[in-house]
């Protein structure tokens, strides 16, 4: 999978080392009032993820500070909290929780006007689109978050959306438009000095020249850029995306020992962080390898648990869920547009009703 990127203003923006971790725990435990404490669960919920790839210690915080926020009625922390499930979620591969939180923040984020929160929604709704292969409508939740991220002037959102852009064309086999937009967001990023924006780019540079250009050498040199800033950030999860990009370049030069030590490496990494997706990729890569070595049993082990873990990924409900999720929201939406609209009739009309009795009125006092 290639690496998409949701941007780092919305959802995470810093690091913390497991010491200052627990010190935020501790100080959360005394905190008073509870939104207070809820800001703690944001920070280590971020952390979690940033800085060792916990999913699902991530996920648990957001749902922490969620559930404080909907009881202190905070749409646009709610939004936050909620956009940090929707990505944990999308992480691990459990992609209708991801959309059912990525609607619901963006109601509440609308309702309220908050921009940096209405395009995390939109940018996770149009990857969830991305991923179910719906490209045309991916392309215009994509859209809208770039109108926004140029009329807001955000570079670190505009970064984001181009990186995932340019998945979006790779995805559509138009590599040149895709390259574009990944040299585009790459240059923001290094111009913002953000570190996460450059180690996503450089990945998915690398997989263009993987798969477009077939050039094992300089797509490895893209993978290991990428892999020093995530180990600098002791993102488990990530580093073992990475690493299973390059089994994948491996593999093309027939190294396969070198492929064999990289994937049990991932899966490794991928079973700490709790990503579903990421095991079920390394043990893709790992049948592929026992089957390349001849080595049938292992082979025929690994294809077993990565047909498993691709139906509960891929599943016909899972999909049927995510269509009737947003059919259901975009009707919602209708039908608030077309309750506003007959509401401003109705008041059109008893204004108008007013305003014929006025002139009635002063009729019979002149």
């Avoid at 140029?150 to 040149?176: C, H, I, Q, V």
């Amino acid at each position: 999978m290639l690496k998409y990127w949701l941007s780092i203003s919305s959802v995470f923006c810093f690091c913390l080392s497991y010491s200052q971790i627990d010190s935020l725990k501790k100080f959360a435990y005394s905190a008073k009032p509870d939104t207070a404490k809820a800001g703690c669960y944001i920070k280590i919920a971020r952390s979690y993820y940033n800085n060792e790839g916990q999913l699902d210690s991530s996920l648990a915080y957001y749902d922490k500070a969620a559930i404080i926020y909907k009881k202190s009625n905070l749409p646009a922390k709610l939004a936050k909290a909620l956009n940090g499930k929707a990505l944990m979620y999308r992480e691990k591969g459990v992609y209708k929780d991801a959309l059912e939180n990525c609607l619901l923040a963006l109601s509440l984020a609308e309702s309220v006007k908050d921009t940096n929160q209405i395009t995390a929604s939109l940018n996770g709704i149009a990857i969830i689109n991305q991923i179910q292969k719906d490209y045309d409508k991916a392309y215009e939740f994509y859209n809208k978050c770039e109108a926004i991220h140029l009329k807001t002037k955000n570079t670190r959102g505009l970064a984001s959306t181009y990186n995932n852009m340019g998945l979006l064309f790779s995805e559509k086999k138009e590599p040149d438009r895709s390259h574009a937009y990944f040299m585009k967001a790459l240059k923001l990023n290094e111009e913002n000095k953000d570190d996460r924006g450059i180690a996503t780019a450089c990945e998915n540079i690398g997989l263009y020249y993987l798969n477009y250009e077939f050039d094992p050498v300089k797509a490895l040199e893209h993978f290991d850029r990428s892999i020093a800033i995530w180990r600098g950030m002791n993102d488990v999860n990530s580093v073992a995306i990475t690493l299973d990009y390059k089994v994948t370049a491996f593999l093309k030069q027939k190294k396969l020992k070198m492929c064999l030590d990289t994937a049990n490496l991932s899966l490794a990494l991928a079973t700490q962080a709790g990503s579903i997706f990421s095991i079920r990729q390394a043990h893709e890569k790992l049948y592929m390898i026992y089957e390349e070595m001849k080595d049938i049993p292992n082979a025929h082990s690994h294809y077993k648990r990565f047909i498993a873990l691709r139906d509960s990924i891929d599943n016909d409900d899972q999909l049927r869920s995510i269509t009737e999720m947003q059919m259901t929201y975009e009707f919602d939406k209708q039908k608030e547009v077309e309750k506003l609209k007959q509401e401003l009739k109705q008041t059109e009309l008893s204004d108008e009703i007013s305003r014929q009795n006025n002139v009635i009125l002063s009729f019979f006092i002149a």
